[in-house]
């Protein structure tokens, strides 16, 4: 079972340019999340979805925005980068509220 | 608000030695706790949890209990091996979330095991 599958791996992308993250889960998972992970900081919640068709913002969400036209897929997109959206971005997926969260690889983005 | 806080590493040890990694919060109410693990390359992955007080989560040799009166987590491992070297996250749940569970990490703590 490949879980959470993200991609691309790592992206050098430059300031203004758009750019959107693929996550793709095959467990079924209703719920879905994209957290940003910096040194020092742990990881942030940016945006999060309970099931498909709804999404909602997390602790982060400036500059970033999110769809879930159906249970698998979870796109993250950046608008126009900033420099300080460089970081590692994770999606994750869980079965519902009380299930522990199943983490993609992680993308590593950096914003020239 | 809800908030964790870890020790600051990184953490060094000796393949044996005991380990702990302290862990604190901050939450409203009665929050479910998590530790997570993330080995180098890889995304993170439960390692244990406790949902209520005097719970005591483990595996792997791990264990960590949900103390209220301290509110506290810490993380405890009685002899560490080469293969636990990584980066050890802890976290909680709110009580009462619907749908998505909105994890509050702490900062992480790297920790480094030498034979």
């Known amino acids: 079972t490949a879980g959470i599958t993200q991609a691309p791996t790592s992206q050098i992308l430059a300031a203004g340019r758009s750019m959107t993250l693929r996550c793709t889960q095959d467990m079924r998972h209703n719920a879905m999340y994209w957290y940003r992970q910096d040194l020092g900081l742990g990881l942030r919640l940016i945006h999060y979805?309970?099931?498909?068709?709804?999404?909602g913002k997390g602790e982060v969400p400036d500059g970033y925005s999110v769809s879930r036209a159906n249970t698998d897929d979870f796109p993250l997109t950046l608008a126009s980068a900033v420099p300080s959206q460089t970081s590692v971005y994770f999606c994750a997926s869980s079965a519902g509220p009380n299930s522990p969260l199943h983490f993609g690889n992680g993308t590593r983005l950096t914003v020239t | 608000g809800n908030s964790v806080t870890q020790m600051e590493g990184p953490v060094t040890l000796s393949e044996e030695a005991f380990l702990t990694i302290n862990c604190t919060y901050t939450?409203?109410?009665?929050?479910?706790l998590f530790w997570y693990v993330q080995y180098p390359g890889e995304g993170l992955q439960l390692l244990l949890k406790?949902?209520?007080?005097?719970d005591k989560g483990s595996n792997k040799g791990f264990e960590a209990t949900y103390r209220k009166e301290t509110t506290s987590f810490h993380l405890e491992k009685g002899s560490v091996q080469v293969s636990d070297s990584a980066v050890y996250f802890c976290?909680?749940?709110?009580?009462?979330?619907?749908?998505?569970?909105?994890?509050?990490f702490g900062q992480g703590t790297r920790l480094t095991i030498n034979p």
């Open positions: 406790a949902t209520k007080a005097d």
């Open positions: 979805s309970n099931t498909a068709g709804t999404t």
């Open positions: 976290a909680l749940s709110p009580l009462g979330g619907q749908g998505a569970q909105k994890l509050v």
């Open positions: 939450a409203t109410g009665y929050p479910s």
